[in-house]
């Protein structure tokens, strides 16, 4: 009985540790609401824009390519 103890202590223990899962950051709260803010995101938009990626790769619909 002594050792059931323990060992629901420890997983209960283990299980707190982990928390919630979270974010805290407020930066990756205001990235996922509107991700065009971001200056890599603007970055990146820029360099596809100056590649054929989207031939293949689409944003909005189904896609051709990998």
């Known amino acids: ?3 059931m103890t323990i ?3 420890a997983v209960i223990g283990l299980l707190m540790a982990c928390g919630t ?3 805290t950051s407020t ?3 205001d990235v996922k ?3 065009t803010t971001n200056p890599d995101y603007k970055k990146g938009l ?3 824009a100056q590649s ?3 031939t293949c790769h689409k944003v909005n619909e189904a896609s051709t390519g990998p």
């Open 52 to 54: 054929d990626c989207l």
């Open 27 to 29: 930066e990756k709260a």
């Open 33 to 35: 609401s509107d991700p």
């Open 7 to 9: 060992v629901c202590g």
């Open 1 to 3: 009985m002594k050792t």
């Open 46 to 48: 820029a360099l596809v």
């Open 21 to 23: 899962g979270e974010s």
